[in-house]
Each structure stands twice: as C-alpha cells, then as structure tokens.
C-alpha cells in the first residue's frame, strides 16, 4: 500500500493505493502515514467517505471505543494485516483522522486506535481552550477613571482593567472608577 497527495487546482487530493486499487480522497488528505476522511453510517456500519460523499474506504470497520462524548475510536480492517485507525467526533458525517499501519497485530491495532483517539481528544479539547482564551482577549472593557487630584473623569478602552494615569495632570496608579463590556 502506498499514499500520496496530488494538487487539482486548489483541492489537494488523498490517493491510498491498495492491491492495485486507488481509493481517491478528493478534499481528504493522505500525509505518509497519516489519513483523512469523513465518517458515514451505512446499513449499520461505518464506512469513510470524502468530504463531498464518496466512498473512500468500504471495509469492515469496528468501534473500538466510544467517548461519552459521542466521538469514536475506529479501526477500519484491510486485507493483509493492515489496518487504518483513527477518531471521528461521531459515527457520521464527521472528520475522521487516522493513520495507515502496516504488518501489524490486531491488538495493536486496537490499542493504537485508542492511543489515537485520546490525542486527538485532547487536541480538541485544547483547541476549545485555546478559543476560549482568544475570545476573552477579543473582550475590550470600557473603563471609566476620576483623578483623585484635580477631579478629571476620563475613559479608557482595555481587556482587563488596569491603573491609569491622569491626562490632565500626570498623577498615576488611578484605580479605575468603574467598567462596562465595550460594544
Ligand atoms: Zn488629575
């Protein structure tokens, strides 16, 4: 078996070479080892498709372990001790991610589909951290100050609220007054 990636246009496409078959991946990608695809339910089974729907790899395809939350870790069989594992957030319509591994035990296999799907949880859930830090930065403050020296109210637009010095007559470490999220 053999992978490879070629550019049409824009799309980068995933070619998995299988016992003289291609399985095309047109907007799933193959990197070395690495495989991309989509999962869909069909007749009570899960097979991998590309993004726009087809069938990319039809083999028998075994949950080795399902999250709470619903994501998946799979281990698709192919001919000759060869099995493609990987993690889907679910068992349709959702990215699969996973890797080729060749001349291997089926334990191993098993094993390695967990291994896999718990790194990719944690990169999800890392990603969701990091979003959620990128949002709190996005939030700007207004932050209202008055001078305890000559009286003069100002405003000032931060992230976080902070001390502030007086643009009337330089006194510095204002505590601020109050704030409000910024429209
Ligand atoms: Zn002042």
Redesign the pocket.
Known sequence: MRTRCIRQGQVEVGVIEHEGREFAALGASVVGRSVTGYTRRTNGHIVLTTWCGLTMLDCRCEVVERHWTGSLALMFRLPSRRYIVGYALADHGMLFRGELFTDCEEKEARAAARRLADHFSELDAEDEATFQAEFEEDRLLDIEYR??????EWQEQWSCVCDSE??????TD?TALSWDDAD
């Open positions: 001078c305890p020296n000559c009286g003069h007086c643009p009337e007559c330089g006194t204002i």
